[in-house]
């Protein structure tokens, strides 16, 4: 194997890994546990309001990011809704609680390695073994522009929480 496939196979497993994990997220909050009920009460009690249209925003922006990162279609976007719910749950669940995840109330340190994760698969691109790649959209997709697209997350994340969040109301 050359240094080339090298890179595409592990830039195709770090694609599958994280959009199977993204993937799993979207599931369990809709079927998982509580079911989307649950995960709106659980948004709710975070001031995400109202929860059950954040419970199936995150849930359907998983489950398609997801997907897109596994196929390495339209990968910045994939990414960006990944960078996206990570950095709403890093702001709203995890960032009073300290850096580390085995922390009471689980610390920031597993949603930053993810937001990071997310803007260097924007940025890099999906590789050769990719659907972006055989569609000849790979090279329109990657560095700077994937750089910015992958930052419509942070983006997308800022204007919801500017919009929806209001944490300790109790309504």
Same mark, same amino acid.
Request: aromatic share 8%; glycine share 16%.
């Given at each position: ?61 998983? %489950?398609?990011?997801?997907?897109? =990162?596994? *196929? &390495? !279609? @339209?990968?910045?976007? $994939? #990414? +960006? /809704? ?58 329109? %997709?990657?560095?700077?522009?994937? =750089?910015? *697209? &992958? !930052? @419509?997350?942070?983006? $997308? #994340? +800022? /204007? ?12």
């Amino acid at each position: 194997m050359d240094d080339v496939d090298a890179i595409n196979l592990m830039l195709a497993v770090l694609r599958i890994a994280v959009g199977a994990m993204i993937i799993a997220h979207g599931y369990n909050h809709i079927f998982g546990g509580g079911r989307i009920e649950g995960t709106a009460g659980w948004f709710a009690s975070m001031g995400l309001r109202p929860g059950i249209v954040h419970a199936w925003m995150a849930s359907v922006t998983e %489950l398609g990011a997801g997907v897109l =990162l596994i *196929l &390495g !279609l @339209l990968t910045p976007l $994939g #990414a +960006a /809704g990944v960078v996206g719910v990570m950095v709403v749950a890093w702001i709203t669940a995890h960032r009073t609680n300290g850096f580390f995840i085995f922390k009471p109330g689980q610390g920031w340190e597993y949603v930053m390695i993810v937001t990071v994760v997310g803007l260097t698969i924007a940025t890099i691109g999906p590789g050769d073994w990719s659907l972006d790649n055989a569609l000849d959209l790979t090279e329109d %997709l990657t560095g700077t522009t994937g =750089l910015v *697209l &992958g !930052l @419509l997350g942070v983006v $997308g #994340a +800022a /204007g919801l929480l500017a919009a929806f969040w209001r944490p300790g109301r109790t309504d």
